[in-house]
Structure formats: C-alpha cells, structure tokens
C-alpha cells in the first residue's frame, strides 16, 4: 500500500512540473529556462536523483558524450519528468512495473539500479521477490531466474537480505 511518504516524494516531483508556471524550492522555472534548462528537464533530474540516487546520477551526467547527451537528455524529459511525475501511480507501483517490464526485456544491466530504486521507494525485499516470481509466470521463467539472481546479489550488497 502507498505511504503517505510515497504521496509526499510524488507530489514534490510534480510540483517541479508544475513549476512551468511559478517557483518550486527556490528555483525560478523562467530562470531556469533562461540558462538552458526547462522546467520538465529540472523536474525529470529531481526525480531521478530521487529514486536512483546522486551517485548514480552523477556519474551518468559525468559519463555524458556529445554521442550521448541527446539520450540523457531524452530519458530525463521523457521517462523522469514527463512519466514518473504524472499522479496515476505512486513511485511504489511505478518500480513494480519496472522491474517486471525490465524482467521480461531481459534487461540485465537495469535491473540491479530498479532493485536499488525500489528498497529506496518502499518496497521490500519480499515484495520485489513477489514482482520477479509473477513476471516469471507470463515473461518466462529464463528471464525471472536471471532477474531474481541480480536482485539477491544487489540486495545482499545492500545488506537488505
């Protein structure tokens, strides 16, 4: 079930959105228009930072080329300030969902960063655990046994099991 918290993470998001139109935390969006950044690309860094971390995310904006500025840019905007900012879902639901659409893909290298993603959003080991065996039922078991693999190493590093 949603938290308050899970409320509270995914209204401060949306504020930022909804910063097009006024201040959010002390950053004017116009000013922030001005100097090369929109109010959708400062929401999409908030909630990135939010659910994966600074460290990650520093390092993907210190591993950006000029070849992959235009696809870091797209995943901030697109999936971080136009999709995990809209009210529909709690952050919650939206890392169940990406576990399992990442399960099914088979997307090996995302899967251990949404394991960490979801501990931060509430979920607990358990709860992930029941994500991957249901996706297994209709991705496949190939895929879920890949999956629950990377999830109990992540969590064992992260001292969650």
């Given at each position: 079930?949603?938290?308050?918290?899970?409320?509270?993470?995914?209204?401060?998001?949306?504020?930022g959105?909804?910063a097009l139109?006024?201040?959010q935390?002390g950053?004017?969006a116009?000013?922030a228009?001005?100097?090369?950044?929109?109010?959708?690309?400062?929401?999409?860094?908030?909630?990135?930072?939010?659910?994966?971390?600074?460290?990650?995310?520093?390092?993907?904006?210190?591993?950006?080329?000029?070849?992959?500025r235009?696809?870091?840019?797209?995943?901030?905007?697109?999936?971080?300030g136009?999709?995990?900012?809209?009210?529909?879902?709690?952050?919650?639901?939206?890392?169940?969902?990406?576990?399992?659409?990442?399960?099914?893909?088979?997307?090996?290298?995302?899967?251990?960063?949404?394991?960490?993603?979801?501990?931060?959003n509430?979920?607990?080991?358990?709860e992930i655990?029941?994500?991957?065996?249901?996706?297994?039922?209709?991705?496949?078991?190939?895929?879920?046994?890949?999956a629950?693999?990377?999830?109990q190493?992540?969590?064992?590093e992260?001292?969650?099991?």
């Open positions: 079930m949603p938290t308050d918290d899970d409320h509270r993470a995914d209204t401060t998001a949306r504020d959105v909804e139109h006024g201040e935390d950053v004017d116009l000013h228009e001005q100097n090369g950044v929109d109010a959708l690309h400062a929401a999409g860094m908030r909630v990135r930072r939010e659910v994966l971390g600074d460290e990650h995310v520093d390092r993907a904006v210190a591993g950006t080329t000029e070849f992959t235009p696809f870091q840019d797209y995943i901030t905007r697109a999936a971080w136009s999709v995990w900012t809209r009210d529909g879902l709690d952050r919650r639901t939206r890392s169940c969902l990406t576990l399992a659409v990442l399960t099914a893909l088979r997307s090996h290298g995302e899967i251990a960063m949404h394991v960490r993603a979801a501990i931060g509430g979920l607990t080991p358990a655990s029941e994500v991957l065996l249901h996706t297994g039922v209709y991705a496949g078991v190939p895929a879920a046994n890949e629950f693999a990377i999830a190493r992540t969590l064992a992260m001292g969650e099991i």
